[in-house]
Nanobody, 125 residues
């Protein structure tokens, strides 16, 4: 089970850290992905980590601004979001796959076994 939280209202240029807490399995053994869905748009995969010893993979839309982080002691994955812009406004979801996904499968929703509930992020002045 995954629980995502930490969303809220932030001004453009601000930062926010989302959390994804796992129960029933160890996140370090899974591929973790962060997705987002803006109103009227498809769900978009933005940041991924294939087991805790891998380098993160980020979509071009967030590269250099967002990063995915592990805390194995808390069995939690974070999405650190900096330099937020209004176009980052969306519902954010975390997901977990039981295996190490190949890069070409990271953005496919069907690759993931567990999903957390969404958390709303609104970037507005």
């Amino acid at each position: 089970q995954l629980q995502a939280y930490g969303g809220g209202l932030v001004q453009p240029g601000g930062s926010l850290r989302l959390s994804c807490a796992a129960s029933g399995f160890k996140v370090r053994d899974y591929t973790i992905g962060w997705f987002r869905q803006a109103p009227g748009k498809e769900r978009e995969g933005i940041s991924f980590l294939r087991n805790s010893d891998s380098n993160p993979v980020n979509a071009d839309s967030v590269k250099g601004r967002f990063t995915i982080l592990w805390d194995n002691t808390k069995n939690t994955v974070y999405l650190q979001m900096n330099s937020l812009q209004p176009e980052d406004t969306a519902v954010y979801f975390c997901a977990a796959a039981k295996r190490r996904l190949i890069i070409s499968n990271l953005r496919a929703r069907a690759s993931y076994d567990y999903w957390g509930q969404g958390t709303q992020v609104t970037v507005s002045s």
